[in-house]
């Protein structure tokens, strides 16, 4: 074999070795890939049904229930213009409160409960995921399309 051909062989075995480990990586980032929804992004069925997800909002007032044989806890995550039920098996965080925001991590449940691996509870009284703010913030402000409004519960 030619010097030239070897070089070139050499060269393309690079290209390929070089865009099979991207592709891998590509792969690794997109199966671990966490998107954040509002609880009006999930009632719109924008949220996805066979990955997890994370929703964000503030925890309705009077919505906390706790299970007294387990560690379940069940609540309402709102933007104050849509519900979304969340059940949750663990301990929550110290900060997590009626009226207080919160992301949750997990996956939305054929019966529309969304179903928490994580909770998230903010850190200070002036701390909320900038996601979740904005959502908050749109739905004060009317700024949801039409088919999402309704009125608060």
């Known amino acids: 074999m030619k010097p030239r051909t070897r070089r070139g062989l050499a060269i393309l075995a690079g290209v390929v070795t070089l865009g ?5 990586v590509l792969n690794a980032f997109q199966s671990n890939l966490v998107f954040f929804f509002s609880p009006s992004q999930v009632a719109a069925h924008e949220a996805p049904q066979d990955r997890a997800f994370r929703i964000g909002g ?5 919505s906390l229930k ?13 933007d104050m213009a849509q519900r979304v039920p969340v059940s949750y098996t663990g301990m929550l965080p110290d900060l997590f409160q009626e009226g207080k925001g ?6 939305l449940g054929p019966d529309g409960v969304f179903r928490a691996e994580q909770v998230l509870a ?4 002036n701390y909320m995921p900038p996601e979740a703010a904005d959502a908050l913030e749109k739905a004060r402000h009317g700024q949801l399309p039409k088919q999402m409004k309704v009125a608060p519960p």
């Open 58 to 62: 503030l925890v309705e007032e009077g």
């Open 20 to 24: 099979g480990a991207t592709l891998l």
């Open 102 to 107: 919160v992301v949750a991590q997990g996956k």
């Open 66 to 78: 706790r299970d007294g044989q387990s560690l379940t806890v069940t609540f309402v995550v709102t």
């Open 122 to 125: 903010k850190h200070d009284e």
